[in-house]
Each structure stands twice: as C-alpha cells, then as structure tokens.
C-alpha cells in the first residue's frame, strides 16, 4: 500500500521500502476508472483528443489512366477516384509557350557524369485489356497505365474502307445425289419448312409439310343398280328351302334287334331319297 510519508526525510533508502512504495503508486493508477472520449473545444481553446475514427478503405497502388495536354493558359487540373483497390489519377497538363529561338552559347566546359537515378517500377509485360473499332477514316488512338507488374493497353483502331468486289471463286466440289433425310407433317396453317446440308458427297433435306384442314362430309351417293334378286325374293326363297324334303314320306317301321336286312335295306333307300330332294 502507497505510503505518502515515506521516505523519510534524510532517510537511507531501502531497496524493499522502495519498490514498495512504487508498487503501492502503481496500484492507485490502475484504479482509476477511464473517461469517455473528449469533444473538440469550443471559441479558440483546445479541447481533448476525440476517439479514433474507422480505418480508410486499402489499395494496393496509384494507377495513371491518363494525361490530356491542355492549352498553355488553361489551368492544370487532376482528378482522382478509388476503384477499391487502386487510387486512380486523370491529368490535365497545359503545354509551355513556344519560346523564341535562343542566341548561341559560349562553349561550355565538361561536366562530370551524374548519379545514376533510381530504377523504374518492374513489369513483366503489355497487356491489351481492348480494341475498338472506329468508324472507317477515324484517327486510330491508344491509351495505357501501369498496374504495378504490366502496361495495360487500350486500342482504337479505325476499319477500313470497303473494298472492289473480289475475283469468283473456284467451283465448289461436286455432290452425288439429293438425299431426303425426313419428312415432318405440320399443322394446318403452318408455314413448310426445308433444312439443307452437304455432308461432302450428298445434298440432304429436311421437309416440314403442313398437312390439309379436315373436309366436309360429303352427301349421299347416288341409287346402285339392282341386284339379281331382291330382298322379298331372297327371304321367300330361304324360308321356302325347308319345303323341298316335304315329298319324301317317313319311314314308319319297327326295326328288329337285331334288324334284319330288309329293315336296313329300307333305313338306306329312305336316306338316298331324302338327300336327292334336298338337292337344287
């Protein structure tokens, strides 16, 4: 604990009474509770410190996109934006004014040889990020930054003018024969189609065909010719055909057992008869 009173006036110091005391000191500061951020003063007097604001967005490089030359009485200018990595530069330089054509010089004396400058920022190599193309007669143009390891290009090269029509070309090699690879049937009212392609020998084909709307039904045809007979006939002769075993009278017998050969002799006449009416 702190000791206000010691040491003592005219006292030998005591190494452990020392460090005790410091300790002690040391002990009263950390209780001490930390205030709240100071505000900036008011009417000319400095006020605390304010609390530390948050950090800045990084980049990794300043990047030149480009430098317009400028009139010799315009202003320079430069403008800048942060594209989240890189602070980007934009200048506006004016040129000098021509100067007159100044008198000879008295002959000079040798100078010594400078120091060697410092060396430039390394790339590894050019790199085209685009190439427009401008409007045949146009003045082709290029723009470049440096990135830090590469030049990057932009191009705008103007197309040429339209050139004579060229020579007809050699004959187209031969084909075989047309081959109709499939025939496809479409709706009514579609429009037909046809797909071509040459597969070295053979023209082929690919048909779409619409196929035609339903028509209507068409009206009863005209009376046909009488048949042989008619119907009444038919039907009268059909139900009449029975009639025709009408003359052939029944066998009224008693056959023997076993019957005899007169008995199957009868049997037999009476079968030929009946069979011979059925006939027509």
């Given at each position: 604990?702190f ?25 009263l500061?950390?209780t001490i ?12 007097t400095?006020?605390?410190d ?20 400028l009139?010799?009485?315009d202003?320079?200018s ?38 060697q ?5 390394p ?5 085209v ?7 045949p ?7 470049a ?49 046809v797909?071509t392609s040459f597969?070295?020998?053979?023209v ?5 065909i ?10 009863s ?7 042989e007979v008619t119907?009444m ?15 052939v009278?029944?066998?009224v ?28």
């Open positions: 604990m000791d206000p009173s010691k040491p003592a006036d005219c006292s030998p110091l005591v190494a452990a009474e020392m460090r005790g005391q410091l300790n002690g000191l040391k002990d500061i950390d509770p930390v205030g709240p951020p100071g505000q900036n003063g008011s009417n000319g400095n006020g605390s304010g609390a530390q604001g948050p950090p800045g967005p990084p980049f990794t490089n300043f990047i030149v996109d480009g430098v317009n030359m009139n010799p009485t202003p320079a430069a403008q800048t934006n942060f594209d989240g990595n890189a602070v980007r530069l934009l200048f506006n330089i004016p040129r000098g004014f021509t100067g007159n054509d100044g008198a000879a010089g008295m002959p000079g004396t040798n100078g010594s040889d400078g120091a400058g410092p060396p430039g920022a790339f590894t190599n050019f790199v990020d685009n190439v427009n193309q401008l409007p007669g146009s003045m082709p143009n290029v723009s930054n440096f990135d830090g390891t590469a030049m990057r290009l932009n191009f705008g090269i103007p197309q040429g003018i339209e050139g004579p029509q060229g020579a007809t070309g050699p004959q187209g090699p031969p084909f075989a024969n047309a081959l109709v690879d499939g025939v496809t049937t479409l709706n009514p009212g579609d429009n037909a189609t797909q597969d070295g020998n053979n082929r084909f690919q048909f779409g619409p196929r035609g709307p339903n028509g209507n039904d068409g009206g045809g005209p009376q046909g010719p009488p048949g119907t006939q038919l039907n009268s002769a059909i139900n009449g055909t029975s009639n025709n075993s009408n003359g009278n029944t066998l017998m008693t056959v023997s057992d076993p019957p005899t050969v007169g008995e199957v002799q009868a049997i037999a006449s009476k079968l030929d008869e009946l069979i011979l009416a059925l006939r027509r």
